[in-house]
């Protein structure tokens, strides 16, 4: 289904490759120095000691990672996080020095234990998953991870944490790109606000995936390749006072001839509006003297309308008869709506009055506390924004700071294994299983469905009775024209199976998914649930196992 | 104030010590390899540029970081991640090829610049700050950063993502040990749902600091000397199917002998309650012949008091026979403060049937989807839990998951610089300033003065007319019995004054700082303000310069 390339993106060094089947394991680190098996709950730990001391460590175990819920009351979550488990999956081993502050810790454990854990790595793991960057479904696998049980406990914690969050800021940025629209520029500005370094770093680059066109973050543009995008701070504009503060009066123009740039923009400013604040004016003059052929400028410092949006046009027109076209303008406070709207109608008007139809079209960024429904009221009143600077609700994902992954045994010696709960939503369905998504005539995806993985694969043109996990009332027949296998093997016994897509790949995925869904299963209000089913067989066995392990109570 | 002394706690290697007044910049490096002068906005190295194209760039500046409201609609905040940040100030550096890359992006910049920023560090650059681990109060600045112009400005992004989280997640943790109770035990168990690898870190290391007693996650004990905490999974339990899986049946007591253990348990279960689940039986026996000394059990992966606290009470009579004594329970489902309380009669009935009064006291640990809220509900209903293990609530903050700290520009050139705004809130206080608290005679902090720092320091005794920073209406004159100065110099051109304390030092200091504020100013519901006032001569010097820069608008 997809095209895949080398890692144009690498997060490393932004110059190694993770190559076809050959991948070493010094190539393939995670982008995150703190992912190494240490990175994990103590309790994963002592399992792995039972395991070990009961002889269980090495028998054959299948795990699942899955979700329960789509987040932000959605029906579609894109699945991420796929490459950096994979490399730290090639990457998996405890040096000497985390044994060493291992035994130091339980120094009643038996010595044996210390040296399967020294020797431990995941050359007898099969790691199976859905591609990065597809629309994934509640309970269905994510991730597959067959092995030896204790190293496959161990790659636990480590593996939901870096999928929780890369899958909740993907979603979280692909929502806002519904709301956005396709034609508008949506900028990630949310480092400041981040949950840490790295929350910061995952959400400039799963973001972008997701949907964004760049990031404020220059440490994500360099790390993987994402345009980089900024203007200045109102903390600029405050620097000035007056325009004595200037270092010259004037621009090097495009034939590298200085020319008098100050006198210009007060000639207009005494045509048009004198009433401005000087401090920024002479702000503006200065970044325009540095970026004349990219001047964007803050409007909201002092007065918006009174004087931010004239001293910008005061300077573009000066720019203008220097040979230079300024950018636009940003709006970071004040009624967003109302704002771009005034801003507009005055760059029309000055455009129309000195000819420069180009001035109608500058570009209006926006920010300040942006959020997906924020975007969606602002479209309802008719806004006259280009351009979404968005941070805190996009990067913390404020309105779901978490997703639920989750990481069960299903299967142990091939016999299955269920996860009974008082909580019915929490039973896990047991065995190894394969998933396919099933396409209408149209193209589009209309169920996804779970089959035992010794099953026949269901073909296209056949009539397939699917069951609802739980509720056995709920039964259809779907009869797909496409059927799409969806888990794939990516790690096989010490090898990576692919290369990892670049960056780029990953968001035109997204992108093409969103396009192939139906609409009511993406909609913002009371989506069409998207519905996972379990072949018949599946559901059978799901079923049996559960009543066979549920204790019947005395009531007395 | 505090004792200072060796960090015992030191991230880069758990082994370096920050000496005083003479640490070199290579043993000061940030815990999060991502930190460094690239981790910043955009548009901060567009300022930086157009300062040096104006000749502005070493113009002497001071800049203010902090925030304007408290978190989680309380009135207090825990002031954290001051180390990190002076490991930042202290290691910043832009890298040769940092510089290389920043030059290919901006091709049509001066060359100057790129020797200027290849060379540029924070050798000019004083940083003052409040204690890391105080009780701080909005817009008291909790950095304030001295310096070239150039340099302060490029410094803004990171300190704050560094300042927002930590502090953020600090008082998140202060506010769940508050509902909690001091004798509670509260264990971090968050590392799968946070926003990122060192969201989880930083999660674990400022929970500590906020009040929490250890965190699951091991690679934070590893860096940071946190307890280390856990039981054993779901997974674990139901792995098992039945006793013919045990490798052996016996237990090796403590005088190294070979016990027979199954039978007893096996004994106990027909004399009690032979109807429980035989996998999850099993699974208890494993774990406790891995842990005869440590035995703590997950009771509800099939039914909570139909099977798990049973299967408990028969191995932990069994380990009793043997010499050991269980630990307790894990519940991570159902209804916690009812389920405790059936779990703590069981323990209490089958002692005293027995003759063992520990058994009454073993430790109930809880999990699932705690939050500060279901602490103070679970008091109200009586609960019999002793630990709380609290995960998605406590790491992303989910009632509030940012802080919203900003950093304004405040003087240049010895000159003070407001930032006006449409939003009078978001007006700044200009100028250099000095923060005082003052205590009254119970040596209870009353109010945080704010005053010119070429003003007078208040004095114990003095009658001090407090202004509020906007409403000219709200003043009031307040005696203090103490006067504490806030800010303290922590980096002075290029070299650190203290070293830094210990992660111990700052749990203890907010534990502190929790003691002796006044209890309806830490309260959940309708906490009483804590006041920042302004001294007489910076309310009018604020004013006077905030009229001086709002233009006058024509109503037409």
Redesign the interface.
């Known amino acids: 289904m997809s095209k895949r390339k080398s890692n144009q993106g690498s997060p490393a060094k932004g110059t190694k490759t993770a190559k076809l089947e050959n991948d070493s394991k010094s190539d393939c680190q995670p982008c995150?120095?703190?992912?190494?098996p240490?990175?994990?709950?103590?309790?994963?730990?002592?399992?792995a000691?039972?395991?070990f001391?009961?002889?269980?460590h090495e028998e054959s175990?299948v795990?699942d990672l899955f979700f329960r819920t789509p987040p932000f009351k959605g029906e579609f979550t894109i699945f991420a996080g796929l490459e950096e488990v994979l490399r730290y999956v090639a990457s998996f081993k405890f040096t000497e020095e985390?044994v060493a502050?291992?035994k130091k810790?339980y120094p009643?454990w038996k010595p044996g234990f210390w040296d399967y854990m020294a020797k431990l790595d995941t050359s007898q793991v099969r790691v199976y998953a859905v591609d990065e960057g597809s629309i994934v479904v509640p309970r269905m696998p994510l991730i597959r991870v067959e092995g030896p049980?204790g190293v496959c406990?161990l790659l636990?914690?480590t593996m939901?944490?870096?999928v929780?969050?890369a899958s909740l800021i993907s979603t979280n940025a692909a929502r806002h790109r519904l709301a956005a629209g396709p034609d508008k520029t949506l900028l990630e500005?949310g480092?400041?606000?981040?949950?840490?370094?790295?929350?910061?770093?995952?959400a400039s680059r799963y973001s972008y995936l997701g949907g964004f066109d760049g990031t404020?973050?220059?440490?994500a543009?360099?790390m993987f390749g994402i345009a980089?995008?900024?203007?200045?701070?109102?903390?600029?504009?405050?620097?000035f006072?007056g325009l004595s503060?200037?270092?010259n009066t004037t621009i090097t123009d495009s034939d590298n001839k200085e020319q008098e740039f100050v006198a210009k923009v007060l000639k207009y400013r005494k045509e048009l509006f004198p009433?401005?604040?000087d401090?920024e004016l002479t702000a503006f003059i200065?970044?325009a003297?540095?970026?004349p052929?990219g001047f964007l400028a803050l409007i909201?410092?002092?007065?918006?309308l009174?004087?931010g949006v004239w001293n910008f046009l005061f300077v573009a027109l000066a720019l203008q008869d220097i040979g230079f076209k300024a950018i636009g303008i940003r709006l970071d406070?004040?009624d967003l709506a109302y704002l771009s709207k005034e801003c507009r109608k005055k760059f029309t008007e000055i455009g129309a009055k000195f000819g420069f139809d180009y001035f109608a079209k500058f570009n209006i960024v926006a920010s300040n506390d942006l959020s997906e429904n924020v975007l969606w009221s602002l479209k309802e009143q008719g806004h006259e924004i280009d351009s979404f600077g968005i941070g805190?609700n996009l990067v913390?994902?404020?309105a779901q700071?978490?997703?639920?992954?989750v990481?069960?045994?299903v299967e142990?010696n091939d016999?299955p294994?269920?996860?009974?709960?008082?909580?019915a939503v929490?039973v896990t369905i047991p065995g190894k299983k394969e998933g396919y998504r099933l396409y209408n005539t149209k193209g589009e995806p209309i169920l996804d469905l779970m089959v035992n993985t010794n099953s026949k694969a269901p073909s296209p043109g056949e009539r397939i009775l699917c069951r609802h996990p739980f509720d056995a009332s709920k039964r259809a027949f779907a009869t797909p024209s496409r059927v799409e296998s969806l888990h794939k093997l990516f790690w096989d016994h010490g090898k990576l199976c692919f290369a990892f897509p670049s960056l780029e790949d990953l968001r035109n995925r997204v992108k093409h998914q969103l396009s192939i869904f139906r609409e009511d299963h993406l909609r913002r209000m009371n989506p069409t649930p998207y519905k996972l089913s379990l072949s018949n067989d599946l559901y059978k066995y799901m079923h049996e196992l559960w009543l066979s392990?549920?204790?019947?109570?005395?009531i007395q």
Chains 1, 2 share one sequence.
Not at 401 to 405: N, Q
């Open positions: 995150n120095h703190f992912v190494d240490m990175l994990t709950d103590q309790y994963q730990i002592s399992m000691y039972a395991y001391v009961t002889g269980r175990s795990f985390n502050y291992l810790t009643t049980l406990q636990e914690t939901l944490v870096l929780n969050y500005f480092l400041r606000r981040a949950q840490g370094p790295d929350g910061a770093i995952s404020s973050n220059v440490k543009g360099q980089v995008k900024g203007t200045h701070a109102h903390s600029f504009v405050v620097s006072t503060e200037l270092a009433e401005t604040n401090g200065a970044y003297q540095a970026y052929s909201d410092t002092y007065d918006t009174a004087s406070s004040g805190t913390t994902c404020k700071p978490a997703l639920g992954c990481y069960k045994l142990i016999k294994r269920i996860k009974i709960s008082q909580e929490k392990e549920s204790p019947i109570q005395e």
